[in-house]
Structures are given as structure tokens and as C-alpha cells.
């Protein structure tokens, strides 16, 4: 009895920012008619690893984390601001403070 | 000075997809840093593109009923670590029929873990509370492809001081967000810093799958006086380059169920590399 071998290859074919698409074709091996026809994957399991930059976030460190020297204090920060220039819609923006708080 | 670990609640599924849970916090005890985990099953087919991230609207501590000193999405909550510490906290990112996705967040309250000086003092507050507001239903309504009903999950676990040796904080940390809206096609926006207490760092959100990095934010600038004093300012490109080159770990592994023609969203980009292997084959016989 001949069985075939099932074999899965996929490329990431497009980068955006985060994302990624992804082309996958399935290898099946005829070992009696000696060649090789390929199809589109459905749901078959890939491991992913992906390298880079974290997406969409930027800390601003004031202070020596250890003696926090530097720090903005209060009276800095009463007239402190944040200017971001936009460049394109729909982005979710969020600043983010990180505070000592003093008992 | 010694540290444990208390589990304050363990892996406690909650009823319901969408809620804002809360839990008090014990009325005394030193924490040096509060670990939240997450889990949420997959639905029994699949779990296609589940982000808990996404899930995770806010995670906040709520001192006295109304102080907010940790606020903050799950997605920069996870990022804003990440940056941090050069490592993120543990996720694991499966679409598996079944399969249960995972994601560890610490809010930390000193400088490090086992910090004598800053930390959270339960004692000082009348009330402390935990408050997770999460929508499962932002990744579809439950079902064989999404999640499965029911099976969003939390941990909570303390980093806690023995209670026969409570160290005298001098105060403790937060990360508060304090802004947020969508960004428009062009103009600035300036926003005044919060002033109430001393600010250790400053963190910049612009998040939009499947477009360029620098795209939507592109320059930042930060300052007082209208500006005329300047402690940060330039190009979003450049700091994230400068910043994203001390870290230990800029990768991440999903385990997928794959459609040729699909799209998956990272929790990186500026994508150098991205590796395939399947995980699944059949062998042939003679």
C-alpha cells in the first residue's frame, strides 16, 4: 500500500505595521506519480514567531529608577505639557503617567 | 528583606463575559507589587485572532472608592512592562480548539520587588480595590471560533512583606493613563501633565493595526513653560529605535491555526523577522 505524504508551507507575504498575512499551501506527495500538487491551507496549526519593536507605545523615563533624581515635581509640572503631532486618523492614543505617590 | 508570595485569589472564573470585577483588597498588609493573570478559553473548534489585551479594557487599583493610582489599558499595561524592564510577563497566545490563552500583568508599587521604601500600604486607606473592567464580547460573541462562555479567569497574587516585618514606605507608585482619544489626519495636541504628585515617566500610546510605526504620531515633544524649556523632543521613529534597542526579549510566539490569506496583528512591529513552522503533517508510506 502507497500512502502519501501531507506536508504545510506558509510565507508571511505582507508586512503592515503589526501585521502580517500569511500564504500557506499544502505539499502532497503522490510517491507513485513522482510530482507534487499544492492548496491553500485551512486551519492547520503554525507556530508564529515574530521579531521586532514593541508597536505603538513610548516611555519617557524623568528619573534614576533607583534614587529618582530627575523627577518632575510638582512645581515643574504645573506648567508641563505634551505636544503630539499627528500624522494619521484612527490611531488609539493614550498618555500614561507614572507617579510617586507619598504617604 | 524577606518576600512572599500570598495568592489572593486563584484562577476564579467569572460568570460573566463582560463586567467590571472587583475585589477589595485585604484592609492591612506591605505589597511590593500586585501580579494579575488573565485566561480565557478558546471556543472548541478554534480561538481565531483572541487578543486578551483586547479583552482587558481597564485594570485599575482604587484607593478609597474614587483614587485611581493604577489605570490603564491591558494593552499598554502589558507594553508599557515590556519597555520597562526589557522582558515582557508571561503570555502565551493560543488559537487551538480548546485552548486556554494566558497573560500575566504586575503592577509594581516600588522601584523593585522587595522595595523597604516604596510600596502599598493597605493600612493607609480605609478601602483598596482591584478593579478589572473586560469585554469579552469585543472579539465576537461567544462561540466554536471565538471563546467559550464563561471561562474568562483571574488570578491574583501579592508580593506581600511578612506581616511581622512591615517595612515604613515613604509613598508608593502608580501608572495612571490620564488621556486618551483617537488621532486625527493632521494638527497637534497638547495636553497639560498631570501635577498633583512627582512623575517618574511619561508613556505615548498611538496604536493602530496594520499601519506603519510613526505614521499616525509622528513627532512628540514635551516641555514646560509653552515649551520654552524642552526635556523631550522629536521624531516618534527615532525614540522608538533608541528605546526598543535596550531590550532583553523583541520577540513573541503565537501558536496559530492557519487560513492561507489570513492576517494576524503582533504586539510588535517594524518586523524584522517572522518564522513559520507548521505543526501539523502527515507521513508517507511505501
Known sequence: MTTSSVNYVAAATTVTGNQVTIIGNTITAPHTAGNTSGQPISAVKFAMKVVGDIHGLLRFPFADPETFDGVLLPADLRTAQIKLTQGGAGAALALIAEEVYPY | ?286
Not at chain 2, 515617566?201 to 514646560?224: C, F, M, P, S
Request: with cysteine; aromatic share 10%; charged share 20%.
Open chain 2, 1 to 286: 528583606m524577606r518576600l512572599e508570595q500570598s495568592v489572593i485569589m486563584n484562577r476564579e472564573a467569572q460568570s460573566s463575559d463582560t463586567a467590571l470585577f472587583r475585589k477589595d483588597l485585604p484592609k492591612a498588609g506591605c505589597y511590593s507589587a500586585l501580579d494579575i493573570g488573565i485566561r480565557l478559553t478558546n471556543g472548541a473548534t478554534s480561538g481565531i485572532d483572541v487578543d486578551i489585551l483586547t479583552v482587558l479594557k481597564h485594570i485599575s487599583l482604587v484607593c478609597n472608592g474614587n483614587d485611581y493610582r493604577w489605570h490603564i489599558s491591558g494593552h499598554d499595561f502589558f507594553r508599557n512592562f515590556w519597555l520597562k524592564h526589557g522582558r515582557p510577563m508571561p503570555y502565551i497566545w493560543t488559537e487551538a480548539g480548546g485552548g486556554i490563552n494566558e497573560v500575566w500583568l504586575r503592577m509594581e508599587f516600588g522601584r523593585f520587588l522587595g522595595d523597604p521604601q516604596y510600596g502599598l500600604d493597605l493600612s493607609r486607606f480605609n478601602n483598596v480595590q482591584l478593579q478589572i473592567d473586560y469585554d469579552a464580547t469585543l472579539l465576537g460573541a461567544a462561540a466554536v471560533t471565538t471563546f467559550t462562555t464563561g471561562t474568562f479567569t483571574v488570578t491574583v497574587i501579592a508580593h506581600q512583606f511578612p506581616y511581622s516585618s512591615r517595612p515604613s514606605f515613604r509613598g508608593m507608585l502608580g501608572c495612571r493613563e490620564f488621556y486618551t482619544s483617537t488621532s486625527a489626519a493632521s494638527g497637534d495636541i497638547v495636553e497639560d501633565l498631570p501635577s498633583s504628585v512627582p512623575v517618574l515617566a511619561l508613556a505615548v500610546a498611538a496604536r493602530e493595526d496594520n499601519v506603519a510605526e510613526a505614521t499616525d504620531i509622528t513627532d512628540i515633544e514635551i516641555g514646560k513653560d509653552n515649551f520654552s524649556v524642552v526635556y523631550n523632543k522629536g521624531k516618534w521613529y527615532n525614540f522608538q529605535a533608541m528605546q526598543n534597542a535596550d531590550l532583553d526579549v523583541r520577540e513573541e510566539i503565537f501558536d496559530l491555526l492557519l487560513t492561507s490569506g489570513a492576517t494576524r496583528v503582533a504586539h510588535l512591529a517594524n518586523l524584522r523577522s517572522i518564522d513559520l513552522q507548521p505543526r501539523a503533517a502527515t507521513a508517507g508510506a511505501a
